[in-house]
């Protein structure tokens, strides 16, 4: 299966996107705060207050190391993602351009054949005018024939 550029690249990215997304989640905070309170109850438990702290700041400076290279594995994701987005919005933009000038094209040959019509009645006008003056013509040669005709019968 080929991936596409906005599909992680490999497990630890997956993993990555999956760690950052829990991160912000509200279980997250719940979780966290779950641990803190366990933290402080071994302290009531009899663990020194020293050992706890030394653990818990381990631990917690640890995650944070852990979390900001996870968040920014998203973070470059999500880059590339949007430079992905961004080259898909030149295209269209470009496609758009493109019917732009083929409309603007049409609509120029739409006129330029309006133009033609608007010639061609003029033509058939001119043509049936002269039609007109044939048929004045031929019916004023008709009649002297028959007055012609009629006189030497």
Do not use: C
Not at 6 to 18: G, R, S, V
Not at 34 to 43: E, M, P, Q, R, S
Not at 59 to 82: C, D, T
């Amino acid at each position: 299966m080929k991936k596409n550029e906005n599909t992680p690249i490999n497990d630890l990215e997956i993993l990555a996107l999956k760690i950052t997304k829990w991160t912000g989640s509200i279980w997250s905070v719940i979780v966290h705060t779950f641990l803190f309170i366990g933290a402080f109850t071994l302290v009531l438990m009899g663990v020194g207050l020293d050992r706890v702290l030394l653990v818990l700041t381990t631990v917690v400076s640890l995650e944070a190391i852990y979390l900001s290279i996870f968040i920014q594995m998203s973070v470059n994701h999500q880059a590339r993602a949007l430079a992905n987005v961004e080259k898909d919005i030149d295209e269209i933009q470009e496609d758009v351009e493109e019917i732009a000038e083929d409309v603007e094209e049409i609509a120029e040959d739409v006129e330029e054949i309006a133009e033609d019509v608007e010639e061609m009645q003029e033509d058939i006008d001119e043509i049936q005018e002269d039609v007109d003056e044939i048929q004045e013509d031929v019916e004023v040669i008709t009649e002297e024939h028959e007055s012609k005709s009629g006189v030497s019968s």
